[in-house]
């Protein structure tokens, strides 16, 4: 049978409450059980201060214990003449008045003879001297000492009973029993009501907690928990929070994702079409021009396609990277060399100010590299205004390579450079589509970047275009 969480914990609670009450019952009982024979010895022993004070006579008169050993009558005149003078109830034969009934004076005679028959007197090693049962070990026996001049002398001693059946210990027991079990009810209560008021205290968030898990599987992303506390269990709700953000955050991206990629699609698609329809209804001729164009648009349909296969494949973490030790700015080097005929013929100078640290090395792919530096060059060699200028220089210091891709105008707004880097991003008006590619260049240099274990930033550029500032880790044997 499935039992809900609530139940359990207050069962929990219950039966480990149930458990200490009666651990703690039984304990109490047992230590009161165990010394109470001690104090009812203890107590006799203090209210025959008389028998004391005659043994200590005894001992003065003649010098030792000599007249007791010689003589066990006088033992046994002296503790009968003090019993006989004692008052009962001031030797405990008398229980209190919470007792169920008084002792009848047959009762009363034996309680005094028993304690006639368990007295002893030892002498001051503590070996018998007089009276005590057949057991004669001074541990079986509840120890006075009796003193003459403040000098130990002897001791006085009461046998202790095995078994307490006296109406004294009864009522005592009874008494202490009723006791123990009404704070035990007591305890049991207040624990029941703990209980479930602590059930329902932890369960309350922990039901929110499942409310809104089903909420995000219904794609309600937006849900939030409310936990004001700062134990474990607000810690729990404030990571389902930030998980909850996050997927919001995802369904955001991914709602965008789909739209800038249907677009992205959706233009040479279109171009395609309607140069394939013109042909077919003799609008264009089938020439040279008609073809480069139609091949232009497979080619830029093609790029786009490879682009988001490269972020895919960077997301799941199967980028593919053969890393080794390779000489980034070597790897710059020849890339500029690749784009530099482009950029000429653009009317924009390209000034690479490499040092003679070109032996500096890092672990990574040098194809990534490439395709890393090929696309920010292709990214700026689209986007500056001709005539314009291309600074690419390089700084090395501790355990970190640095590279400085900067242009001039135009530049990008404050606002969009945080946003450089996102998927299918272009800068409205100066860097837009007839300008560029899809957008994805720039992203794909982060992932590039990023698996590096490197850190790649925009800003402002001081010749007025845009500076893109890449970071690499050396490899230890530059360090």
């Not at 609670?13 to 104090?39: E, P, Q």
């Not at 390779?326 to 653009?346: D, G, I, Q, Y």
């Not at 925009?458 to 490899?475: H, S, T, V």
């Amino acid at each position: 049978m499935k039992m809900k969480l609530a139940y359990k914990i207050f069962l929990a609670f219950l039966v480990t409450s149930i458990l200490a009450v009666v651990l703690m019952v039984g304990t109490m009982r047992f230590y009161v059980f165990l010394n109470f024979a001690d104090y009812v010895n203890q107590t006799i022993l203090d209210r025959l201060g008389a028998l004391t004070a005659e043994l200590s006579d005894e001992y003065q008169a003649h010098s030792g214990w000599v007249r007791l050993t010689a003589n066990p009558g006088r033992w046994n005149a002296l503790v009968q003449s003090t019993l006989s003078q004692a008052e009962p109830d001031r030797l405990g034969a008398q229980p209190p008045e919470t007792a169920v009934r008084k002792f009848r004076p047959a009762r009363i005679q034996n309680f005094l003879l028993r304690i006639s028959r368990g007295l002893a007197l030892f002498d001051a090693d503590k070996q018998m001297v007089a009276g005590g049962l057949s057991d004669s070990a001074p541990d079986h026996y509840t120890l006075q000492e009796i003193t003459v001049d403040g000098r130990v002398v002897g001791w006085i001693g009461l046998h202790k009973r095995q078994q307490m059946s006296d109406p004294l210990v009864v009522a005592f027991f009874k008494n202490q029993s009723i006791a123990f079990y009404v704070v035990g009810a007591g305890i049991l209560i207040l624990a029941g009501l703990a209980s479930f008021l602590l059930s329902k205290h932890f369960l309350a968030p922990v039901r929110q907690l499942a409310d809104g898990t089903k909420s995000l599987a219904g794609f309600n992303f937006d849900t939030r928990i409310d936990v004001n506390t700062n134990d474990e269990i607000g810690q729990l709700a404030a990571d389902f929070n930030r998980m909850a953000q996050t997927l919001q955050n995802y369904e955001t991206i991914r709602r965008q994702w789909i739209s800038d990629i249907s677009h992205e699609l959706r233009t040479p698609l279109a171009v395609l079409r309607g140069e394939i329809e013109a042909l077919q209804d003799g609008v264009r001729a089938v020439n040279t021009g008609t073809l480069k164009s139609l091949h232009s648009e497979i080619i830029r349909l093609s790029k786009l396609v490879e682009d988001l296969h490269q972020l895919s494949m960077a997301d799941s973490q199967c980028l593919l990277m053969q890393k080794e030790s390779v000489a980034p700015l070597a790897v710059l080097a020849e890339m500029v060399t690749h784009f530099r005929s482009r950029f000429e013929r653009k009317r924009i100078s390209v000034s690479l100010e490499v040092s003679e640290k070109k032996a500096v090395s890092i672990i990574g792919d040098a194809d990534r590299l490439a395709q890393l530096f090929s696309n920010i060059l292709e990214n700026s060699l689209n986007y500056t205004d001709s005539p314009g200028a291309l600074k690419i220089y390089e700084n090395c210091e501790a355990n970190q390579l640095t590279i400085c891709f900067e242009d001039s105008a135009p530049g990008v707004p404050e606002k969009a450079l945080e946003r450089l880097f996102d998927r299918l991003y272009r800068v409205d008006r100066s860097r837009n589509r007839e300008r560029g590619g899809s957008g994805l260049g720039l992203a794909i240099c982060k992932q590039i970047v990023e698996s590096h274990g490197g850190k790649i930033t925009a800003a402002p550029a001081a010749i007025g275009g845009l500076l893109i500032r890449i970071e690499l880790p050396l490899n230890e044997a530059n360090a």
